[in-house]
């Protein structure tokens, strides 16, 4: 997969009685451990969550929307953060991307270790108006999936189950996910089937390794009416600009600001989610100053 690319499917089971959202991120993935020069069980932790709020952020309704989501375990990586919008554009940010642990007795990568599972996952859904809406829930056991189908269940109502995986070597393998909700009307043989896959899902990650998503919907769900709506592309891409940090400076308030330039004659600000640099002067902080308090009520 192109660096820094996805794609997702959006497909139904048995005309409608359960939802389905499948993902190769892999691209997303890598470019997220490029960026950060992320240690192995961080880069999976991107990965899980790129997948997992990919998902959510697809369903918003109107550009402008966005989905945050922050796990925030008390771990020795800090809080993992990803925004997500309905054009399939995600970022990613981790507090200490170097952070590593030794794999579990599984042989699998630790990602409730680095994260912490003593804490909770947010959820923000922002709209172009009004107030943004919060969901809490307390994390299950900071491996991500587990903690977004608790969020699905008790924030939202609604069976879910999700798989998140991130395989990685030398770079990233493969990075995806899936997540199926049964709607109102879902009947019971349809739950018993999908509670009988669910293993398969387990190894969502070794499935993205060697099948394409057409391949694993033909393979997962023969025998449930998959119905393919949509293929999407998704992609890792930062929002941040010039005019947006300087919002963030001016928001620091004129006495700061002054400070900054007396103190070191300009300042640089690193955007969390890309690592841009953006370097501003004295007189460009001046300048700054003089104009947001002459567009403000002072
Ligand atoms: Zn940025």
Redesign the pocket.
């Known amino acids: 997969m192109e660096l820094g690319r996805g794609r997702l499917l959006r497909l139904t089971l048995m005309g409608g009685q359960a939802r389905v959202f499948l993902c190769d991120t892999t691209g997303m993935a890598q470019e997220a451990r490029d960026i950060h020069n992320a240690s192995n069980t961080c880069s999976a932790a991107m990965g899980r969550m790129i997948a997992a709020t990919a998902m959510m952020g697809v369903n918003l309704k109107s550009d402008g929307d966005r989905i945050t989501a922050t796990i925030n375990g008390g771990g020795p990586a800090g809080p993992l953060c990803a925004v997500a919008g309905p054009d399939g554009a995600v970022?990613v940010t981790i507090e200490h991307p170097e952070v590593e642990l030794k794999l579990k007795a599984n042989g699998k990568l630790d990602v409730g270790g680095v994260l912490g599972r003593d804490g909770q996952l947010t959820i923000m859904r922002s709209y172009g108006f009004g107030e943004p809406y919060l969901g809490k829930v307390q994390l299950v056991s900071g491996e991500i999936a587990e903690d977004f189908a608790m969020y699905y269940l008790e924030s939202e109502q609604t069976p879910t189950l999700c798989a998140l995986g991130t395989l990685v070597g030398e770079n990233i393998i493969s990075s995806g996910g899936i997540l199926i909700q049964a709607m109102p009307e879902c009947s019971e043989q349809l739950l018993d089937q999908l509670e009988i896959r669910a293993e398969l899902f387990g190894s969502i990650s070794q499935l993205l390794s060697e099948m394409s998503l057409e391949e694993i919907v033909e393979n997962c769900f023969r025998g449930l009416e998959p119905e393919i709506l949509e293929s999407m592309p998704l992609k890792l891409e930062?929002?941040?600009s010039r005019p947006k940090i300087e919002q963030v400076i001016l928001s620091m308030g004129a006495d700061e600001i002054r400070d900054l330039i007396r103190e070191q004659n300009g300042c640089e600000v690193t955007?969390h989610?890309?690592r841009?640099h953006y370097m501003f002067t004295g007189s460009e902080l001046e300048a700054l100053v003089e104009e947001g308090l002459s567009g403000s009520d002072e």
């Open positions: 970022k930062c929002d941040c955007c989610f890309c841009k």
